[in-house]
């Protein structure tokens, strides 16, 4: 029997709708949600990825510009646009699409980016309130697996879950957030000994390792909930791929998430998520 599928793409639809009616009632209250972008220009990745969160905010009412940053860009100026952006009260929320520009501090980019406007909850102050328990934005990626396990109410205390990744992006703070909710989380990476036999022990596995189908069917414990968080180009073949081989995995597992339309769109709808209660936080 094949898995069932955990549709992120359905999910976020949903989201989207409850966004567009949410800054709906802030507009009548004379608040436009707003939510501005740093992108490096040279990087058609992320101008795309950009492009499409600007197409979903404005489909929902919100606002926003994208900055471009490109490789006559000084670090002076980033920063002092990072800077204008913290104190315009008009801007809800601030990305900074990684990567930028390699003779650029992304480091130091973030650590200037105010916690209150980090509604993509990366910088070490939102991770770091993540770590205390403290109230914050959170990493949007690991925030739409927790909606998608929440949307299909799959249990989560007391189960083993393995993630393989630790990016500060994904994989810790996935793993984070599956301990505050009472999972038993093991860090899994590249040098993990062993991680096809510690796969198979996970009750729920989430792939976030950025390697094309390096997860196999026969490394998934029967019936376990399997998140695939990887996008990945395949020469040779059309449209990305995960880091799990779904064909052999879907006849393994209990739950599982195709790419695309499992995470990806959960990401982007987290995102504007957070960036709505930012501007609702302005109301309080």
């Known amino acids: 029997m094949s898995a069932q599928i955990l549709d992120g793409k359905v999910l976020s639809q949903e989201i989207r709708a409850s966004l567009k009616e949410r800054v709906a009632v802030l507009r009548e209250k004379g608040i436009v949600p707003r939510l501005d972008v740093l992108v490096a220009i040279q990087d058609p990745s992320s101008l795309a990825y950009v492009r499409m969160k600007r197409k979903w905010a404005e489909a929902a009412g ?11 860009t000084t670090q002076e100026e980033l920063l002092s646009k990072i800077a204008e952006l913290n ?31 980090d509604v993509d909850g990366i910088t070490p102050q939102s991770l770091g309130r993540l770590v205390a328990d403290l109230p914050g934005f959170r990493c949007a990626t690991p925030l739409g697996i927790t909606k998608i396990i929440d949307r299909y109410e799959i249990p989560v205390e007391g189960k083993r879950a393995v993630v393989i990744g630790r990016s500060v992006i994904l994989g810790k703070p996935m793993a984070l957030m599956l301990l505050q909710r009472n999972a038993t989380v093991t860090i899994a990476h590249s040098r993990t000994q062993n991680l096809p036999d510690l796969c198979r022990e996970a009750d729920i596995l989430v792939a976030a390792v950025g390697r094309a189908e390096m997860v196999k069917g026969d490394w998934i414990k029967p019936g376990a909930v399997v998140i695939d968080a990887g996008y990945n ?10 880091d799990v081989d ?16 499992g995470v990806g769109p959960m990401t982007v709808a987290s995102l504007l998520n957070n960036c709505v209660d930012a501007a609702e936080a302005t109301l309080a």
Request: aromatic share 4%; glycine share 14%.
């Open 233 to 242: 180009k395949v020469e040779g073949r059309q449209g990305d791929v995960g």
């Open 246 to 261: 779904f064909e052999s995995a879907k006849e393994v597992a209990g739950w599982i998430t195709p790419v695309p339309g």
């Open 62 to 72: 919100m606002e926003g510009e994208s900055f471009e940053v490109g490789e006559h």
């Open 87 to 117: 104190a315009n009260p008009k801007v809800h929320g601030v990305l900074i699409q990684h990567p930028l520009p390699k003779h650029l501090d992304e480091h130091a980019a973030l650590m200037a980016l105010g916690a209150e406007k």
